[in-house]
């Protein structure tokens, strides 16, 4: 089974709670369609710029993570057609927050949980 650490955007904090996130965990759907069958290892906040994101990763693998997925919110955008990343999400830094958490943390960080884009392929960034 995959541990799976989700870190979302502070700007979404008040106004999602991560339902459709956590349910796509569970059914092994959308940003977790790669993984045969996966649970939640926890879940963190980034705060602007990212700063923290390193230790929320590290922190994630201690607690048992085997990846750490970041929200669909944080790098695309809800429009009347469906979500899309072509005008980018919340965060502006969103592949060096990626790069960041891959190599504090020493595990893959992927793009994607719920409501991927049509045609998104999630993108996993190595350590």
Request: aromatic share 6%; net charge positive; glycine share 10%.
């Amino acid at each position: 089974m995959t541990r799976i650490g989700i870190i979302r955007c502070e700007k979404n904090e008040k106004t999602c709670p991560l339902t459709s996130c956590f349910n796509t965990m569970m059914s092994g759907a959308q940003g977790f369609s790669a993984y045969d069958e996966c649970t939640p290892a926890g879940v963190f906040t980034c705060r602007c710029p990212g700063d923290n994101v390193a230790n929320l990763g590290k922190i994630l693998k201690s607690k048992g993570a085997d990846v750490i997925h970041l929200c669909t919110c944080s790098f695309a955008k809800k429009t009347e057609k469906g979500w899309d990343n072509s005008q980018g999400g919340f965060c502006d830094h969103i592949e060096k927050i990626a790069q960041d958490i891959a190599r504090a943390a020493e595990l893959p960080c992927v793009l994607g949980t719920a409501h991927l884009p049509k045609g998104y392929t999630p993108v996993t960034v190595e350590k």
